[in-house]
């Protein structure tokens, strides 16, 4: 059987991802927003679960990730939290909680780590929040950085294009990296921007790159769970591999459960007290 249940049970710190970088093991990630996927998801023996702020797509049906709260993310990484025994849970800080200022970001950063109990945070930027990220990692608080095409800032690049084509963003990208290391990040996930570029980045830092439309060349992979189950449909970028189509799984449960409901089927004389 695939996953932990056949081999190591031990929990994924973040001193353990730096460690499967080192002997060349890829790290998986996938996100989570609720008890029950992310028990499934633990499970299986995945990695690394972030409760991202796509939750705001996925879960609340905004067009962005820009409307989550705090209250919202303490909510998600709780729920989270309950169902996982072995992954390292990190929660995305929402959009307006950590960019103003330091102290804000570090105080939001504190209340999400006590009200969620995860491992770890993840923030979008580089340099523009340096300051607030070696705040946030001096008061003991793991960061995850995220590079690339950053969904928080959507509204500033008008588009989910691949990012950093040119030569210009490619480096502020790579320096952008090597500060989040310096800060003292444990990770960084790197959003749509060409492999070469992201294999670049992984093969100059020591801490783990994790890639999302970012090639093969990277540390580990991280998908939205609701993508690679093919519970979403319309939502096809040529970075996403579909392992389920529970869209049509669940339609076609769901359908004949209205069938029996309206046939007089279910329930029946075992499923009746
Ligand atoms: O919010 C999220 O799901 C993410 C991943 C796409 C990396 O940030």
Known sequence: MAGYLSSDTRKVTTHRLIEMKQRGEKISMLTSYDYTTAQIVDGAGVDVILVGDSASNVMAGNVTTLPMTLDQMIYHGCSVMRGVKRALVVVDMPFGYYQ????????????????????????EGGEEIIETIRRIIGAGVPVMGHLGLMPQSINKYGTYAVRAKDDAEAEKLVNDARLLEEAGCFAVVLEKIPAVLAERVAKELTIPVIGIGAGGGVDGQVLVVADMLGMSKGFSPRFLRRYADLHTIMTDAIGQYVTDVKSGDFPNEQEQY
């Not at 103003?100 to 923030?123: C, F, H, S």
């Open 100 to 123: 103003a200022a330091p102290y804000d970001g570090v105080q939001n950063a504190i209340r999400m780590m006590k009200e969620t109990g995860a491992d770890a945070l993840k923030l």
